[in-house]
């Protein structure tokens, strides 16, 4: 365990420990953006439909004329 503790880190653990509410609403803004379920072939589907990019973006392509 570290020994040192960020003035930022202290202030946001006291301002939590004041505001208890804000961990549910941390609790409710994650689960509304970040935790949901995964399809993993869609996720398959999504990675092998990526067209792979020109090492330079405006380089002219020699097949089409």
């Keep these: 365990m570290a ?6 880190t202290k ?6 420990d004041k505001h208890p509410e ?3 609403q941390q609790r409710e803004g994650r ?3 970040w935790d949901k379920p995964q399809d ?4 398959r589907d999504d990675l ?5 990019q ?3 973006y405006y ?3 020699p097949n089409q004329g």
Excluded: G, H, I
């Design 48 to 52: 092998d439909s990526n067209v792979p």
């Design 54 to 56: 020109k090492a330079y």
């Design 22 to 24: 804000e961990r549910e």
């Design 40 to 43: 993993l072939q869609t996720r």
């Design 3 to 8: 020994l040192y503790e960020s003035d930022f």
């Design 11 to 16: 202030f946001m653990r006291d301002f939590l």
């Design 31 to 33: 689960a509304l953006w």
């Design 59 to 61: 380089q002219p392509d």
